[in-house]
């Protein structure tokens, strides 16, 4: 079972910042939070990940609250081809944690 | 940039006839993965392999074997294609032997058995 519980769906218009809100309340200390989407018709595409710090990259920022069983995806300014499924995970980085991908958050860019 | 390349995007097969699904990346990966995709299920995990010539069972790996001859080349074989294989099958990869961070996945193939 996923570890995750994320909203199944979300609408946001076109430039705005995109809030992706995940909860995983019983993540372990070794566990990181990961960030994946998936566009219609491709494979999942990685985003970002995190353990305890606010991270940000090219793509979007990953903010991991302090009791870490939460965090939140921004993305910045986004756009039409933004629109996809996104998953949050939490797994371990040692060979015997699987990564399970829960039924995501499909987020709509509204034009 | 990192490329995970799947031989086929669509493939339609008999049941019963042997299929071969053939994943190739081109960074050095050590890690590589063979997962499914279902309408409500999520992806669900069949085998991965973290050194050439070995593998590993995931949560769903009936129906289905594996070979890592090259380090770059992950194939999935089903023996004998039944009706309830019929899916999306994405390979995926990630750089460091045994320790799991990002993956990369393919494109998929979208494989219907009759």
């Known amino acids: 079972d996923a570890k995750t519980t994320q909203p199944p769906s979300m609408d946001c218009a076109e430039g705005r910042a995109a809030n992706l809100p995940c909860n995983h309340s019983?993540?372990?200390?070794?566990?990181?939070v990961y960030w994946y989407r998936q566009i219609h018709s491709q494979g999942p595409q990685y985003i970002i990940h995190?353990?305890?710090n606010n991270e940000t990259n090219e793509m979007a920022s990953l903010i991991i609250t302090e009791d870490r069983k939460s965090s939140t995806l921004i993305l910045p300014h986004a756009t039409l081809r933004d629109t996809a499924v996104y998953y949050c995970i939490v797994k371990a980085t040692n060979r015997d944690d699987k990564i399970i991908f829960g039924k995501g958050t499909r987020l709509h860019i509204l034009p | 940039d990192v490329k995970v390349t799947q031989s086929s995007r669509y493939l339609v097969k008999r049941t019963g006839e042997k299929v071969f699904l053939e994943c190739v990346q081109d960074?050095?990966?050590?890690?590589m993965f063979w997962y499914r995709q279902d309408p409500g299920l999520g992806l669900r995990l069949i085998y991965f392999s973290y050194d050439v010539k070995m593998k590993e069972k995931g949560d769903i790996p009936e129906g289905y074997s594996v070979s890592r001859e090259k380090k770059e080349r992950f194939s999935l074989i089903l023996e004998s294609a039944s009706t309830n294989q019929t899916s999306m099958y994405l390979c995926?990869?990630?750089?460091?032997?045994?320790?799991?961070?990002?993956?990369?996945f393919g494109p998929g193939t979208r494989l219907t058995v009759t």
């Open positions: 995190g353990l305890k």
């Open positions: 995926a990869s990630s750089p460091l032997a045994g320790v799991v961070y990002e993956q990369y």
């Open positions: 960074m050095d990966h050590e890690n």
């Open positions: 019983t993540i372990s200390g070794n566990e990181y």
